[in-house]
Structures are given as structure tokens and as C-alpha cells.
């Protein structure tokens, strides 16, 4: 292994002068080169012999595990039995670009000669290296989703065919998940068929890239028969054929060349390319960033159904990020166009997706390729950062995927943790803290603090299992000694004190009357009052007091309201809710208090939590979920191996911190003495 990177790596470096000229810009494929580099690594069974073989009539293949004594959950709400791939079973992945691919995806390694950053300046800069430790291009090596997949296949036989489509579209599109692209299927749902190791680089024979340059840019707005751009569940539209400019399918993007200005500093690449405006818009981060239970071939899988019982017939909302921003004054059409004014409170030239994470580059140096001159894409650059909110994930990443002998990529995962925490702490939130004046001797102290959303869509928002934030209040006399604390964690346990006063902002998805709970979304077990995050089963939302975006519309519709909580319109009648949430804290202070008292509230955000970690692993554990070797009937020592991946979940957990929480805004106050009334 420590040599493969170095020597691919001398090979491209050995290339990059034949790229470079325009009548040698050929593609190079390195097929041969990394089957030869691989020889010594097991290596999967082929399609054929695991979806004809012994695995072919496990467990997961056949659906036991979900007989087990956490699936009692019904699916009475959703689809069984309904036929849509060639072997019968319902189809969880019918729309859009389906596998089959006449052009392979070419791994990212195949762009890294132009595109990646050689030197301190470049790195930041040209769009591969920002890319390379972004969650984005590790998708598919996320330790926490592969826990997760395998809960959703023991809920749902065979529901990873939906779930790696958006994980790893490289193994899906070209057939190694459940269509093969050629009429037959194959028994990949599991992740096992997908070529390739969690810690190679990602060259075209690697599936655990995630989302790479050449999948991104061959998407396109509009399907054949001119179908509109899809809003939901990777339902994408792919370029499959020759482009416009020459052999092979477009490289997409928002440029034309050469009309570029000043003259002669942007060249033609050298690959076939097209202007496309849709990488400027919005709507292009719709299909990802808007999840659904599946729409299968006989309909969603699960569907919404509201506290009162009634069943909506949607499509159960698992994520509706791009929804929330274009419900908000950050979605509207004028304030996209420039056409209006920002609205009071709405922080200047955030307007789309793209504008919040893939920010434009104010440096001197801009350019996007090694071989243009420096500053040739000044005030004209997208950062490929794409950073989202998971600054836990990629420190877990850099750890145990990111060495000199591995992905090599170290700099970049701290990069893309530094832009993570960047938008966390600056662009995120704000807090305001008043203290009402406090009386002499024993009495209580009221305290309000406002938290207000900065951004363009629900705070904190995206996916739902784990992901919370909280207020952590904490009160101290003169002499630094604690006289309150409300949302107290335990570092060292993981373990968030949820008192009486705390406020948690989260959504929390159950399944309708589970264990026979008459009338109710259950999110626990009843017996045990352990929590619950069955994804593939959720039909209810039980709460929902995440804070809403500017000018949010989206007060009355069922899959974005807020539930279990209310937030007032901006006025009466507008139709808007208020993007900020007010708490009201009574802090008992004793007369023996050394005054003033110093209040200090802290909203701290965390990406997954103690339950959820320990649920994924236990899961595992009670349905006899094989370890990753014996499931995909290999031997390997990257990744979980010989451990259940909830197991190796886990076990990352505990080594890395246990996904400690981050500070996104804080604010103090001292108290001041009540006025003496006087006497008349």
C-alpha cells in the first residue's frame, strides 16, 4: 500500500507534460496500471458469483434479519411486494439516469493533473484539493453511514440500492449495486460488489470517492425527453454521450473559453466542455439535499402521517434542506437576481447554495487549472470546499483514511474542517443575552437568550438522526462558584443532562404507532426508553423546533412546519415566520452567592450523539449483522474488517472524542442590583 500512491503519483506527474500540449490532451486510462498496483489486495467476488452464490441466500439477502425483535415496526404505510427490477422486487431507485453508462466515470486522479494545487498557494485555490477532504468526495468511506446502511437493509431488505445511489453513484451508475446496466441484477446492495479500497486513491477503479469532478459535471438541468431538474432523491439527469465540442460527454460547467477576460489568461481546456448556467443555480443542489423516503415503482415506501393520525400520502421528508432555503428570502427569485434589496437581517451576497459553500475567492492568485496563470480566475472562482456541518466526520477521516500511505490528504481534511467550523461560528447563528436585575438575598433570576439564523435554510438542518443543538446556560457567583447550569455535557461520557429548563433544537422521526403505542410517533423503545433511529422505517415526525430561515414560508406546509413547537409570524398575517427562537431561563440564586452573578450562554452544536453511535452498534449486535469480512466474503484490514461496521463505528467514536460538541456563538452578562422601591 505505501507505495502505490507515490508510484500512480510519479506516473501522472510523468503525464502532465503530454496533457498539457493540445495535440497529445488525450485521456488516459490507468485500468491496467491499478489492476497490476492491486494484485497483491483480496479482491471481491465477481457480481455473478455473489448474486448466484452463498451470500446470495444470507440474511441480508433474503430478509431474515428483518424478522428479528426490532422489526415489528409495520410497513403498513408504505409498498411491500411491488415488482420493478428484472428479478421482481420493488425497485427503490426507478427515475432518472439509471446504470448502464456508455461513458465510464472517470476517477478524480484522471483530473488531479490540471485541477490539483502543488503549491501552499495553489492548494487552497484550484478546485481538487479543497475537494479531496470535503465529505462530498468521501461519501462513501463515511464509517457512520455504512452503520447505518446496514440497519436500513436488516429494516428493509435491499433499500441500500437507494441509499448508495447519492453515497457512491460510481459503483451504482456503473452497475455494482442492485441493476447491473444490462438488464439483470446483481446482490450489491450491502456495498459489497464496489471495487476498490476505502483508503485508495481514487482513480477509475475506485469506487469510495463519493461524489466526484467528472460525476458533478456531467449533470445535467433537463432529462431526453426535456424532463425538468429533479428535487428530490438523486433522481439526477447524467450526460451519456458525445458532446457538442468533441468525443466523449461535455465537462460542464458555468465558463465558456476563450471569451474569457483579460485575454490570454484562460485557455481551452484540454477536454471536451460546455457553459451550462445550471452549475449556478440553486436548484442544482435539489437533488441531493432534498431526501424522501423512496419513491419506488409502486410509490413512496413511506409516507408521511401527522400527530392526529392522518396520512398525508407524501413521501416521508427525511431531509428538506434545499426546500427550507427556497421557502426563505433566501430562495426567492427577485433576491436571486439581484433585483432587490437584501432584507433587514440577511447577511450580504449569501443568495444560493453555492454562494454559502462553494464561496467565491477573493485572492489575487485565483485560477483553476496549474496550467493558466496565477490570478486568471480572480473574483471569478467557486472554492470546491463544500462545506457543510459535519467538523467531527473529517478529523475521523483524516485519522483513519488520510496518511502518507494512504489517501495522502491529511492538509486537506484540516482545510475543509477550518471552512466547516469557519461557517459554523461566523455565518451561522448569532446570541443575545439580558439579564433581568436582581434582587438582594435569595431569589430567582430571569434570564432570556435569543439565538437568530444566519443562514438560508432550517438551523441546524440536513439529516435528522443525531444531529441536535442545545443552549448551555451556566451562572457563577464572584468566586467562580456554579450556582445553575442547564445543558450540561459530559465530555468524557458523552452524555447531555437534559434538565428541565434545557433547549434542544432537533427533529426527531419515529415510526406511527409503534410496539402498539395507539395514536403516537414513537421514538423510543417503551420497555427500555432507549432511542430509536430506524430511517428506513420513519412515517412521523414527533418534533421539530429547529429554527427557521429568514422570511420562512413554510409555516403551513406538513413537511416543513415546525412540529411540537411554535414560532410566530413575523406579523400578523404575513405569512412568515420569525427566523429567531426566545428562551426564558429562572435561575435560583442563594442569599450566600457572592454577587454580581456572571451568566454565560453558549449555543453548542453537535453532528451525532452518544444514542445514536451506541444504537447503530447495538443494532448489529441483536440482529447478528456479520462483521464487513464476512458479509462481502473477503479478508481485508481497512476499515471495519472483522468488526460489524456498527462495531467499528463505534469504536471511532470513543477513540476520536466521542464527536465532541463545537461552540458555535457564546454571550455574558453580569447581573445588576434591583432598584430599592421606596417607600411613600
Known amino acids: 500500500m505505501t507505495l502505490i500512491p507515490f508510484v500512480r503519483r510519479l506516473v501522472l506527474a510523468f503525464v502532465v507534460a503530454l496533457t498539457s500540449l493540445p495535440a497529445l490532451a488525450v485521456e488516459l486510462d490507468f485500468s491496467a496500471f491499478a489492476a497490476l498496483a492491486k494484485a497483491n489486495q483480496p479482491k471481491p467476488a465477481a457480481p455473478a458469483a455473489l448474486a448466484h452464490g452463498p451470500l446470495a441466500h444470507g440474511p441480508l439477502a433474503h430478509g431474515q434479519l428483518a424478522q428479528g425483535p426490532l422489526a415489528q415496526a409495520p410497513l403498513a404505510h408504505g409498498v411491500v411486494g411491488a415488482t420493478g427490477v428484472p ?102 446492495t450491502n456495498g459489497c460488489l464496489m471495487q476498490g479500497d476505502l483508503d485508495d486513491l481514487d482513480d477509475k477503479v475506485n469506487d469510495f470517492q463519493g461524489l466526484n469532478c467528472q460525476f458533478c459535471h456531467r449533470i445535467k438541468p433537463r432529462g431526453p425527453s426535456g424532463q425538468p431538474p429533479p428535487l428530490a432523491n438523486a433522481n439526477l439527469w447524467f450526460d451519456d ?93 427577485l433576491l436571486r437576481s439581484g433585483m432587490e434589496s437584501p432584507a433587514p437581517g440577511r447577511p450580504e451576497g449569501l443568495p444560493t447554495c453555492q454562494s454559502c459553500h462553494m464561496p467565491i475567492s477573493t485572492s489575487e492568485d485565483a485560477r483553476a487549472c496549474v496550467f493558466t496563470p496565477s490570478g486568471a480566475r480572480k473574483s471569478n472562482l467557486g472554492l470546491h470546499q463544500f462545506a457543510g456541518a459535519n467538523y467531527w466526520m473529517v478529523d475521523v477521516l483524516k485519522a483513519t483514511y488520510g496518511g502518507p500511505d494512504q ?162 409570524e413575523t406579523s400578523p398575517g404575513s405569512g412568515q415566520l420569525v427566523n429567531f427562537d426566545l428562551t426564558q431561563y429562572s435561575i435560583p440564586v442563594p442569599a450566600n452567592a457572592a454577587r454580581p452573578i456572571r451568566v454565560t450562554a453558549t449555543l453548542r452544536f453537535q453532528v451525532t450523539t452518544k444514542e445514536y453511535i451506541e444504537f447503530l452498534r447495538d443494532e448489529a449486535q441483536i440482529s447478528n449483522i456479520p462483521s464487513e469480512n464476512a458479509m462481502c466474503g473477503r479478508t481485508q484490514d481497512v476499515g471495519p474488517g472483522a468488526l460489524t461496521r456498527g462495531q467499528f463505528m463505534f469504536n471511532l467514536w470513543t477513540q476520536h472524542g466521542r464527536a465532541p460538541p463545537l461552540d458555535m456563538v457564546s454571550a455574558s452578562a453580569n447581573t445588576v442590583a434591583a432598584l430599592a422601591k421606596k417607600r411613600k
Open 241 to 333: 454521450a458525445d458532446c457538442a465540442t468533441g468525443p466523449g460527454p461535455c465537462r460542464a460547467g458555468p465558463y465558456s473559453y476563450p471569451s474569457q477576460t483579460p485575454v490570454g489568461t484562460v485557455f481551452d481546456p484540454p477536454h471536451v466542455w460546455k457553459e451550462e448556467p445550471f452549475f449556478r443555480d440553486a436548484t442544482y443542489c435539489a437533488a441531493c439535499h432534498n431526501v424522501s423516503s423512496p419513491d419506488t415503482s409502486n410509490g413512496p415506501l413511506q409516507t408521511l402521517i401527522l400527530n392526529d393520525g392522518t396520512n398525508t400520502m407524501r413521501a416521508f421528508p427525511l431531509d428538506r434542506t434545499f426546500t427550507e432555503w427556497r421557502k426563505s428570502d433566501f430562495g426567492t427569485r
Open 407 to 568: 489517501l495522502n490528504r491529511e492538509a486537506a481534511f484540516d482545510a475543509s474542517k477550518a471552512a466547516i467550523v469557519q461557517n459554523l461560528t461566523q455565518n451561522s447563528a448569532t446570541i443575545q443575552l439580558s439579564l433581568a436585575p436582581l434582587a438582594s438575598g435569595a431569589s430567582n433570576l430571569s434570564a432570556s437568550v435569543r439565538i437568530t439564523n444566519l443562514t438560508g435554510h432550517k438551523l441546524p438542518t440536513g439529516y435528522a438522526e443525531g444531529r441536535r443543538m442545545w443552549l448551555q446556560v451556566r451562572a457563577v457567583d464572584a468566586n467562580q462558584q456554579t450556582v445553575f447550569e442547564s445543558g450540561a455535557y459530559n465530555a468524557a461520557s458523552g452524555v447531555l443532562t437534559e434538565d428541565a429548563q434545557i433547549k434542544i433544537y432537533e427533529t426527531l422521526h419515529g415510526v406511527w404507532q409503534r410496539f402498539g403505542q395507539t395514536g403516537a410517533c414513537v421514538v423510543k423503545d417503551p420497555a427500555t426508553q432507549r432511542k430509536l433511529f430506524n430511517i428506513a422505517l420513519s412515517n412521523c415526525i414527533l418534533k421539530d423546533n429547529r429554527i427557521p430561515p429568514l422570511g420562512f414560508t413554510g409555516g403551513n406546509d406538513v413537511e416543513l412546519r415546525p412540529v411540537g413547537y411554535t414560532y410566530p
Open 87 to 188: 428479478d421482481g422486487t420493488l425497485d427503490f431507485t426507478p427515475n432518472g439516469t439509471q446504470p448502464g453508462l456508455q461513458f465510464a466515470i472517470d476517477g478524480a486522479e484522471a483530473c488531479s493533473n490540471c485541477h490539483r494545487g502543488n503549491t501552499a498557494v495553489d492548494q487552497n485555490l484550484l478546485p481538487q484539493t479543497p475537494w479531496e477532504g470535503s465529505m462530498m468526495a468521501n461519501a462513501a468511506r463515511d464509517p457512520l453511514f455504512w452503520a447505518a446502511l446496514d440497519v436500513a437493509n436488516r429494516d428493509v431488505p435491499g433499500i441500500g440500492d437507494f441509499c448508495l445511489r447519492c453515497h457512491a453513484p460510481n459503483a451504482w451508475l456503473q452497475g455494482r449495486v442492485r441493476k447491473d446496466g444490462f438488464g439483470g441484477t446483481v446482490n450489491g
